[in-house]
């Protein structure tokens, strides 16, 4: 069994940076994926960025790419999310997620789940 609880979403204006942080407990194996999904009122969760638990690799969405930056931790077993040049369109609700089968950007593939943190960007 794993938990993943978020840290650090809050409000900041347009062009600023933050810095989300996600912090698993149990057992990740080196084949899982840990992913950063976010998700606005009436839309469905969309996958922003995600890393392979044992080698690193990393992938991002097209919106958020050459902005946002993930990166692991796997001693502290943590996975952050850098934020910058934060647009108005990146407010939503920011989920982790860990897919225990690999790589997937899909959100209904994923075991576990965060409770979420808010991130609102103001003018």
């Known amino acids: 069994q794993v938990q993943l609880v978020e840290s650090g979403g809050r409000s900041v204006q347009a062009g600023a940076s933050l810095r989300l942080s996600c912090q698993a407990s149990?057992?990740?194996?080196?084949?899982?994926?840990m992913g950063w999904f976010r998700q606005t009122p009436g839309k469905e969760r969309e996958f922003v960025a995600g890393i392979r638990w044992g080698v690193g690799n990393t992938y991002y969405a097209d919106s958020v790419k050459g902005r946002f930056a993930i990166s692991r931790s796997t001693g502290q077993n943590t996975v952050d999310l850098q934020m910058n040049s934060l647009r108005l369109e990146d407010t939503a609700v920011y989920y982790c997620g860990l897919n225990r089968n690999g790589l997937s950007t899909t959100a209904k593939e994923y075991n576990y789940w965060g409770q979420g943190t808010q991130v609102t960007v103001s003018q």
């Open positions: 149990g057992r990740i194996y080196s084949s899982s994926f």
